[in-house]
């Protein structure tokens, strides 16, 4: 099944090009059908990059999904077109009577910052408290998985000495396999962070199920057994090049950066990176959508009445 997005939004063209399959709103509204709700929080820079990078691995499932996407009111970034914003974007106020399946809360540049000092983090609260009632489920990535920790449980993020950068092997959990069937037993992941989510602050909560952990990067996806947010602590939804475009941002504003490591065909930069790690992306996206399916309510306007532990 199709995934359903703006009908004027850039990305399409892409997604097309990639075969992902689109439905368009009037097309939507004569099946019988009631879609998965996903609302994208996007707060990466680039934006566009981040709607086709989850677009293409939500569109690879066969359920129909809507797509949603959101940004915050009290920050507009700066290397986004208001106009654009304004079109295919929602804030708050918005959705705020609205019923999701799920939230998606992206990583965020603004990882090295305290969380309180991050300029729309009382609005990212709101969203989190908010989503308690409205939305099903929610996945953080990297920043806003450390976010959603920290504003339910105060667990901190600590800063690394070097920025783990590259592409790193995750070793799964063979005891909790429900979101990771069909992965081998080591699976690649691209990793970009200057901080880290201690295990052992990790292991205070029973709650918590660690599914796919790294030598060098530390915990890689976990799970909260009691109201099942998952957390993802880096990028499986990354492009090829992703990390190389961060790589060249970081050496022309001469900040400290060393070469991604296993990520450069024979550490040369000259060498096209490969995407070794988009089939375990898709498996991932696939797993958790069919569960989400199989666990979400057929009317959503129930959860107004839940009480989220």
Same mark, same amino acid.
């Given at each position: 099944?199709?995934?359903?997005?703006?009908?004027?939004?850039?990305?399409?063209?892409?997604?097309?090009?990639?075969?992902? &399959?689109?439905?368009?709103?009037?097309?939507?509204?004569?099946?019988?059908?009631?879609?998965?709700?996903?609302?994208?929080?996007?707060?990466?820079?680039?934006?566009?990059? %981040?709607?086709? @990078?989850? !677009?293409?691995?939500?569109?690879?499932?066969?359920? @129909?999904?809507?797509?949603?996407?959101?940004?915050?009111?009290?920050?507009?970034?700066?290397?986004?077109? %208001?106009?654009?914003?304004?079109?295919?974007?929602?804030?708050?106020?918005?959705?705020?009577?609205?019923?999701?399946?799920?939230?998606? /809360?992206?990583?965020?540049?603004?990882? +090295?910052?305290?969380?309180?000092?991050?300029?729309?983090?009382?609005?990212? /609260?709101?969203?989190?408290?908010?989503?308690?009632? #409205?939305?099903? &489920?929610?996945?953080?990535?990297?920043?806003?998985?450390?976010?959603?920790?920290? #504003?339910?449980?105060?667990?901190?993020?600590?800063?690394?000495?070097?920025?783990?950068?590259?592409?790193?092997?995750?070793?799964?959990?063979?005891?909790?396999?429900?979101?990771?069937?069909?992965?081998?037993?080591?699976?690649?992941?691209?990793?970009?962070?200057?901080?880290? +989510?201690?295990?052992?602050?990790?292991?205070?909560?029973?709650?918590?199920?660690? $599914? !796919?952990?790294?030598? &060098?990067?530390?915990?890689?996806?976990?799970?909260?057994?009691?109201?099942?947010?998952?957390?993802?602590?880096? #990028? $499986?939804?990354?492009?090829?090049? %992703? $990390?190389?475009?961060?790589?060249?941002?970081?050496?022309?504003?001469?900040?400290? /950066?060393?070469?991604?490591?296993?990520?450069?065909?024979?550490?040369?930069?000259?060498?096209?990176?490969?995407?070794?790690?988009?089939?375990?992306?898709?498996? $991932?996206?696939?797993?958790?959508?069919? @569960?989400?399916?199989?666990?979400?309510?057929?009317?959503? +306007?129930?959860?107004?009445?839940?009480?989220?532990?």
């Amino acid at each position: 099944m199709p995934i359903k997005i703006p009908s004027k939004l850039p990305a399409k063209q892409q997604l097309e090009k990639e075969q992902v &399959q689109l439905i368009a709103s009037d097309t939507a509204l004569r099946q019988d059908i009631r879609p998965m709700k996903v609302l994208l929080l996007n707060l990466m820079p680039k934006k566009r990059d %981040t709607e086709v @990078q989850f !677009a293409r691995l939500l569109g690879n499932s066969p359920l @129909q999904i809507e797509l949603t996407l959101m940004t915050t009111a009290s920050y507009k970034p700066k290397n986004e077109e %208001t106009a654009y914003l304004d079109e295919f974007y929602y804030t708050l106020n918005d959705v705020k009577n609205n019923f999701y399946d799920a939230l998606i /809360i992206t990583g965020a540049p603004v990882e +090295t910052l305290p969380f309180l000092d991050v300029i729309y983090w009382n609005e990212l /609260i709101k969203i989190i408290d908010w989503s308690d009632k #409205h939305v099903f &489920q929610r996945i953080g990535i990297c920043w806003g998985a450390q976010a959603l920790l920290y #504003h339910q449980y105060k667990i901190e993020k600590y800063s690394l000495e070097d920025k783990i950068f590259g592409i790193y092997s995750h070793k799964i959990n063979p005891a909790k396999l429900r979101l990771m069937q069909g992965f081998t037993d080591n699976f690649p992941m691209p990793v970009s962070r200057h901080t880290e +989510t201690k295990i052992e602050d990790i292991n205070n909560y029973p709650e918590f199920d660690i $599914l !796919a952990q790294s030598n &060098q990067a530390g915990i890689g996806m976990m799970i909260n057994n009691k109201n099942d947010d998952f957390f993802i602590f880096n #990028h $499986l939804e990354y492009d090829f090049n %992703t $990390l190389h475009n961060e790589y060249k941002r970081d050496l022309e504003a001469k900040s400290k /950066i060393k070469m991604p490591e296993n990520y450069y065909p024979n550490n040369d930069i000259n060498n096209t990176p490969k995407n070794i790690w988009r089939p375990f992306a898709f498996l $991932l996206f696939a797993n958790w959508l069919n @569960q989400l399916y199989q666990k979400t309510p057929f009317d959503l +306007t129930t959860l107004i009445d839940r009480k989220r532990v």
